[in-house]
């Protein structure tokens, strides 16, 4: 079966369900959950997607420091940067609606910067929080390979 996008982001969702049982390596979920500390969930899964890929791509298992390795060598910057492209795009749809939504219930017209201070103060961490757990908000990582 060719790996396409979806089905990269299906084994990813499989693997991160499956107990860690180790690998060859000696990995353990807590070694490798300390390694990713700092990075957005949505990091977390592209990575583990990353990481499934590469061990198909190999046909060996591949640890998740070598994964580590690959990701902040060659794939993560560009990964990150479509990320950041999606968010702000997403977040400029939250903030109309949130004017919108101003303007009906309460009958006065912001003007765009004055909703954005409101649905930044109000809403923003909220929403990052959803945001991160959407399996959208993870841009698959093949395209950056």
Request: charged share 35%.
């Amino acid at each position: 079966m060719p790996l396409t996008s979806n089905r990269i982001e299906q084994m990813a969702t499989q693997s991160a369900k499956k107990k860690s049982r180790g690998s060859r390596k000696g990995e353990t979920r807590a070694k490798i959950s300390r390694l990713l500390v700092g990075f957005w969930p949505s990091e977390v899964r592209a990575i583990h997607a990353c990481r499934t890929f590469l061990r198909r791509e190999n046909d060996c298992e591949i640890s998740i420091k070598e994964t580590l390795e690959a990701w902040e060598g060659r794939l993560g910057r560009k990964w990150r940067a479509e990320k950041m492209r999606i968010d702000g795009q997403m977040q400029l749809k939250e903030i109309e609606q949130h004017k919108s939504q101003v303007h009906e219930k309460e009958g006065r017209d912001l003007d765009w910067e004055a909703a954005a201070q409101d649905w930044i103060e109000c809403h923003s961490r909220t929403w990052r929080d959803w945001w991160e757990s959407q399996p959208a908000a993870c841009p698959s990582p093949t395209f950056c390979l």
